[in-house]
């Protein structure tokens, strides 16, 4: 059964070798945003004749087809997200690198409003917030917070 950044490459006309196949399991099946020494990883682990070029070259194809998106969140390197419809947010933790997704309709109400109020249709939009843990409070629970994903990455 082909994965889903798979199917989406077939769908875009990509030619599947077995390496991209591995490629496109893992960052199908990544809970996170990995980075490309971090997919070489996880890909050799499943075939050992995976070199880090090809998947260096296999993520820039991604990426031009639209499949894949690159993200800086600090630290020196890209990582990638699979593209996908609807809005979601990042908060990264500048402390341990975390990646937090979530959502907020107010926000994204909030950002389609301005672009029709200065006369455009909006196209795209990102919002990356990078924070910092708070220490744990002893008072009272905080107000309630947006729809925050921090395992799944199932279709938004």
């Known amino acids: 059964m082909e994965s889903r950044i798979g199917r989406m490459c077939i769908e875009r006309g990509l030619k599947m070798t077995g390496q991209r196949r591995v490629i ?3 960052l199908s099946e990544a809970q996170d945003h990995p980075d490309v020494e971090e997919l070489y990883r996880r890909a050799a682990t499943l075939d050992s004749r995976i070199s880090v070029a090809t ?3 296999t ?12 993200r800086d969140f600090g630290g020196g390197r890209a990582r990638y ?3 996908e419809e609807g809005d979601h947010y990042h908060l990264i933790d500048v402390e341990t690198g975390k990646v937090i997704e979530f959502e907020d309709e ?6 389609r409003r301005i672009a029709r ?22 008072k009272e629970a905080p107000p309630a917070t947006p729809t925050a994903r921090t395992g799944s990455r199932s279709k938004r």
């Open 117 to 138: 109020d200065l006369g455009f249709d909006l196209v795209s939009h990102r919002l990356e917030l990078f924070a910092r843990k708070r220490p744990a409070e002893t």
């Open 59 to 70: 993520v820039r194809l991604l990426e031009e087809k639209g499949i894949l998106e690159r």
């Open 24 to 26: 496109a399991r893992v």
């Open 106 to 111: 107010e926000h994204a109400e909030l950002i």
């Open 55 to 57: 998947v260096y070259r």
């Open 81 to 83: 997200e699979a593209t």
